[in-house]
């Protein structure tokens, strides 16, 4: 299984960009990088995906090294509300395995006024 | 309105009994999932389903039971042989496909006393 691996946490401050790192050097060429947000008790959130250009959506960018090897969540500005457990997420290839995500321990990202 | 939904969202047991768990979505999606997480941790696979009978064994299958006789529903039992079950439980569904996202629902807190 592809692994991915994040700081455990990172503050910002209010109306900033946070850019939140992963790692996942064990990526295969046909895996996807998945982010997903999880606000205390609820269930995770989709935020964006990418499997190797650049992508960008209405909540945030995501920027994938050329070498696929790590990739940066950027939020342009961020919120209060954005303040949340961040994952990302390998999404493994094959029928094999169902296409499941697999969940590190994410990063708790707090954004702070 | 599309989504998916988990029943109940707080639920209570005595050590020994089973439980079932609810998860029905309305997005026409093949494949379900379920999920585990323990406080502060991230999520951790426990049985998932990529088409209606048929389901395969996640990371921790040990304890649990499943069914996929629909394909709105995925019910998930917790036996009285998971050694500790409580924990908070997390449903998604998802077309086929590396590149679609998938839907969580808002999960079932489960309490064993």
């Known amino acids: 299984d592809a692994k991915t691996t994040q700081p455990p946490s990172m503050d910002c401050a209010e109306g900033r960009a946070a850019n939140l790192p992963c790692n996942h050097s064990t990526i295969s060429g046909n895996e996807y990088v998945y982010w997903y947000r999880q606000i205390h008790s609820q269930g995770p959130q989709y935020i964006i995906h990418?499997?190797?250009n650049n992508e960008t959506n209405e909540m945030a960018s995501l920027i994938i090294t050329e070498d696929r090897k790590s990739s940066t969540l950027i939020l342009p500005h961020a919120t209060l509300r954005d303040t949340a457990v961040y994952y990302c997420i390998v999404r493994l290839a094959g029928p094999e395995y169902g296409n499941k995500l697999v969940f590190g321990a994410g990063t708790i990202l707090r954004v702070k006024s | 309105d599309g989504g998916i939904t988990q029943s109940p969202k707080y639920l209570f047991r005595k050590e020994g009994q089973n439980v079932t768990l609810s998860c029905e979505q309305n997005?026409?999606?093949?494949?379900m999932y379920w999920y585990r997480q323990d406080p502060g941790q991230g999520l951790r696979l426990i049985y998932y389903?990529?088409?209606?009978?048929?389901?395969q064994k996640g990371d921790i299958a040990e304890g649990y039971s499943v069914s996929r006789e629909k394909k709105e529903s995925f019910p998930l039992t917790v036996t009285s042989a998971q050694k500790n079950p409580t924990a908070f439980y997390l449903c998604a569904s998802s077309s086929h496909g590396l590149d679609t996202e998938a839907f969580f629902g808002q999960g079932t807190r489960l309490t064993v006393v």
């Open positions: 389903s990529q088409i209606v009978n048929d389901f």
């Open positions: 997005l026409n999606h093949d494949a």
């Open positions: 990418g499997l190797k």
